[in-house]
């Protein structure tokens, strides 16, 4: 699971402000025959399934490994991540700008 920060609009309350969390769970299946491979991947947010299909599709003229698939499934996940934590970015900074003004008020 990974949770994404939702973007943060600019408010004059930025301490009271809620905050929103999206979650991505993604389920990913792979079956591997001499002829053909399978992949299924559930719940996949939409950019990762746009990079994920981008880079299958760039493998299948060549002959595809089955293993070839796990890193370009991980490497989208991984960019989730990514993303991920640097939403987070945002709401600390939201809080350290909270912070500074009153601390200069009083």
Not at 22 to 27: G, L, Q, S, T
Not at 67 to 91: C, E, G, M, T
Request: hydrophobic share 40%; glycine share 2%; net charge negative.
């Amino acid at each position: 699971m990974i949770k994404q920060v939702q973007d943060l609009k600019d408010n004059s309350d930025l301490a009271n402000a809620p905050i929103q969390y999206d979650w991505d769970k993604i389920a990913v299946y792979t079956i591997s025959r001499a002829s053909h491979h399978l992949v299924l991947c559930f719940d996949v947010p939409p950019s990762a399934q746009e990079e994920i299909q981008k880079q299958l599709q760039d493998q299948r003229e060549g002959s595809l490994d089955p293993y070839q698939l796990h890193p370009v499934i991980i490497k989208a996940i991984l960019q989730l991540f990514d993303n991920s934590v640097w939403s987070l970015r945002h709401l600390i900074r939201r809080y350290e700008k909270v912070s500074f003004s009153q601390s200069v008020m009083g």
